[in-house]
Structure formats: structure tokens, C-alpha cells
């Protein structure tokens, strides 16, 4: 499987925006890259996810870098809320494999 | 709907005693997942699912552990005999598998705890 890499963590001040970056240079063509939160004291969820075109959703904005060997998840205001430690994950889609590969991701701090 | 239930919440027992934690995934979905969660570790997949038969266990750590999904709604992993190395918060997630990018819905875990 293909390997992201993240800070291991990052700050933001409230009510800023936060660009969470991940490397992914060995990133195949039929890999989705998927980015997934996780609250304290909760499961991990689902944030947004993207293959080639930038996304945007209600909870965040995905950009990826037109090489592919990159993308930056944008939080356009955080809040308190948002702390979490947020994982960059690549998903073949090309070898029918349902699973999918957690790394240590990046743990994001606001502060009031 | 009421997302992945996972059961117990908590569970502390002592070393040697079997363990059974239990999951509901989504209804209609056909994939399930079973993963531990440590603070050495990090979030490890332990097995998965598709439409109730297991694809992938290597990640199960070894012997003591197995998983079972006898049907669409229901799945277990038990741990026998535990281990307190075994203590970790297990997290069992869903999805609906049909082809392309998916999402996978997890539940609120089972933090366990063997003395």
C-alpha cells in the first residue's frame, strides 16, 4: 500500500484557518486519498476524500496537488471542536481490497 | 439510523479469561472491520468482512484471537485466553462496499482493560 506522511501535530487558533498537509509520493493512479478524523473518546470519522479534483464539503476542503504527490486538507474556521487527530489514508480502488491502513496522523491543537 | 453499536463500552477482566466483544454494523452495509487502537501502536486493522466472510485476517495478532459474523447484523471478536498486552480499545466500523472510493462508519469502541 501506498504511505502518507504528516506532522505529527499542529496548531491553530480559533476561529483561523488550518491546512493540514500529507505527502503521499508513491501515490498510484488508483488510489483515492481519504482523510478521516478522530475526536477524543471517539471512533474515527469520516471527513472527505477526493482521486484527482479538488472537494469541498460541509466539514472541510480538500486540495490536491495537480502531481498528485500531495494534498492538504482545509479546515476554513476552526473551532474547539475541530481538535482531533486527523489521518491522511490512500485507498486502492483497483485491487478490490476493502481495508484501509491508519498511520499515526496528525494531531491538531486550537487554541481559544 | 443508529450508526455501529458496539458492545460493552468497557470491559475489565483478568488475565486468562475469555472476552467477547460484539458489534452491529449499519444495516445494509456488507463490509465490516475490526480494529485495536494502543498509544504504542497506533489504529491496526485486525480483520474485515464482505458480506459476511472474512477476507483479511493477518492483522489478527495471533491464536488467542478470532472473529466470527454469522450473519448481515452481527459480528464478535473474542480473545481467549486475554493477555493484559491485549488492553486496548477495540473499534469495529462498516460500509457499503460497491466498487470506488467508500466510507467506513466506525463505532464508539470498546475500551478494554485485562488485570
Known amino acids: 500500500d501506498a504511505k502518507t506522511t504528516q506532522p505529527n501535530s499542529m496548531e491553530s487558533n480559533e476561529e483561523e484557518p488550518v491546512h493540514l498537509p500529507c505527502n503521499h509520493s508513491t501515490i498510484s493512479g488508483t488510489d483515492y486519498i481519504h482523510w478521516y478524523r478522530q475526536l477524543p473518546s471517539q471512533g474515527p470519522e469520516y471527513v472527505i476524500h477526493g482521486l484527482t479534483s479538488n472537494v469541498n464539503n460541509r466539514m472541510a476542503s480538500l486540495a490536491i496537488a495537480e502531481d498528485r504527490k500531495s494534498s492538504t486538507l482545509i479546515l476554513h474556521r476552526a473551532t474547539l471542536r475541530d481538535a482531533a487527530v486527523y489521518y491522511c489514508i490512500l485507498r486502492d480502488v483497483s485491487n478490490n481490497n476493502n481495508d484501509m491502513r491508519f498511520g499515526a496522523g496528525t494531531r491538531l491543537t486550537v487554541k481559544p | 439510523d443508529a450508526g455501529v453499536i458496539q458492545s460493552p463500552r468497557h470491559e475489565v477482566t483478568e488475565m486468562g479469561q475469555e472476552v467477547t466483544l460484539r458489534c452491529k454494523p449499519i444495516s445494509g452495509h456488507n463490509s465490516l472491520f475490526w480494529y485495536r487502537q494502543t498509544m504504542m501502536r497506533g489504529l491496526e486493522l485486525l480483520i474485515y468482512?464482505?458480506?459476511?466472510?472474512?477476507?483479511?485476517d493477518s492483522g489478527m495478532p495471533e491464536d488467542r484471537f478470532s472473529a466470527k459474523m454469522p450473519n448481515a447484523s452481527f459480528s464478535t471478536l473474542k480473545i481467549q485466553p486475554s493477555e493484559p498486552r491485549d488492553s486496548a480499545v477495540y473499534f469495529c466500523?462498516?460500509?457499503?462496499?460497491?466498487?470506488?472510493?467508500?466510507?467506513?462508519?466506525f463505532g464508539p469502541g470498546t475500551r478494554l482493560t485485562v488485570l
Open positions: 466500523a462498516s460500509t457499503l462496499q460497491t466498487g470506488g472510493a467508500y466510507t467506513q462508519y
Open positions: 468482512f464482505n458480506n459476511n466472510v472474512p477476507i483479511d
